[in-house]
């Protein structure tokens, strides 16, 4: 059986460190912000090139911070695009904003800058982009709608550690980049775990307060706050994992590669181009019978996942959230795609068993 994922495997080059990390933690009797999550704040924003790294909860709280520290009113709205998992969007309505449909690129799969703008109202504040799969969004034209109509960019970076758009690399590009370090990530945990990059101290100033019962004073509280802190214990683990973050990526994008040259064009490929450096947290294809494809893939004992099988419109939760404007090229995108096994465990051999089968369908 080839797995899709194997997160015993994919952790187990790092376990000799990770225990004597754990014993660091439990040795130092200080479990809640302490220096493991100072490290790896310094580590992480050295890592990415950002300023400033703050660990908070998770990944959706990462989102859902980055947002209420910009003080936007109640029914303010956020584009977003059609297509992303649903922890995007539900960043927004936690904030008790507006969430904004925009589609994708057909091709990329990320927001679409052409239909962003047609997007825009006066209650308009922010565009939160998704780099989706590990690919950057196109930031240039993304920023440049942004600057021209005043409105802040949060960048989800959840699938996105180390990706880059013309040497910039993700989290850098807007008012906030928002990472999850959720365990099957190519930064990935041991638990949930998040961060908030940002270049601007006030705002980074705003996330450390708000992650902390918005207090920066022991019993002293500014703001209506959450408790959203970065565990010791996992920032521990994300220090020993992130020196190792090239590395997994280097690996992945070599699998990627041998999906790029062996599979026929009978289906649709990931779009590469030499300004994006893409990370592959996932490597998708799309094909019309996905659904047979699938099946067929799993009797020949071949696992695969769909990211994602429902476009956000269409989930019982967002019935009454989100207008019923049509997305045709995000159902279309739900309804062809497959995420096939590019896990740092796997190997050459495996995948070149995975394009040898696909090709045969």
């Not at 009113?73 to 008790?96: K, M, Q, R």
């Not at 961060?195 to 708000?210: C, F, K």
């Amino acid at each position: 059986m080839i797995e899709y994922e194997n997160l015993g495997k994919v952790n187990a080059p790092f376990f000799d460190d990770y225990r004597q990390a754990f014993g660091k933690v439990l040795d130092s009797g200080w479990y809640i912000l302490g220096n493991a999550v100072k490290q790896f704040e310094s580590d992480f924003a050295a890592y990415n090139g950002s300023r400033h790294c703050a660990g908070v909860a998770n990944g959706l709280d990462a989102l859902i911070l980055s947002l209420r520290s910009l003080g936007f009113e109640n029914g303010d709205e956020v584009i977003v695009p059609s297509n992303t998992y649903i922890a995007t969007i539900l960043s927004i309505v936690h904030n008790g904003l507006k969430p904004v449909l925009a589609e994708p690129d057909i091709h990329t799969y990320n927001i679409d800058p052409a239909r962003i703008e047609e997007k825009i109202t006066s209650r308009t504040r922010a565009i939160m982009v998704v780099h989706l799969y590990g690919k950057v969004c196109d930031m240039a034209s993304i920023g440049a709608i942004a600057k021209t109509h005043g409105l802040k960019i949060i960048e989800d970076c959840a699938q996105a550690h180390g990706a880059s758009f013309k040497g910039t690399k993700a989290g850098n590009f807007g008012d906030f980049g928002a990472f999850s370090f959720y365990p099957t990530k190519n930064l990935g945990a041991i638990g949930d775990a998040g961060a908030v990059t940002t270049a601007d101290e006030g705002l980074h100033n705003a996330i450390t307060t708000l992650r902390n019962y918005g207090s920066r004073i022991k019993y002293q509280n500014e703001q209506v706050g959450y408790n959203s802190r970065l565990d010791e214990l996992q920032a521990a683990f994300l220090s020993v994992k992130l020196k190792h973050l090239d590395a997994i990526t280097k690996h992945k994008r070599r699998l990627a590669q041998l999906y790029q040259m062996g599979l026929k064009d009978d289906f649709i490929k990931p779009v590469v181009h030499q300004d994006y450096y893409d990370v592959y947290h996932i490597y998708n294809i799309r094909h019309p019978r996905r659904d047979a494809l699938r099946e067929y893939l799993l009797k020949h004992d071949i696992r695969t996942e769909i990211h994602y099988p429902i476009a956000p419109n269409k989930q019982t939760a967002m019935a009454g959230v989100l207008d019923n404007t049509p997305t045709p090229i995000a159902e279309e995108i739900h309804r062809t795609t497959l995420s096939l096994p590019i896990s740092y465990f796997h190997t050459d051999a495996e995948i070149a068993r995975v394009v040898e089968i696909m090709n045969s369908f």
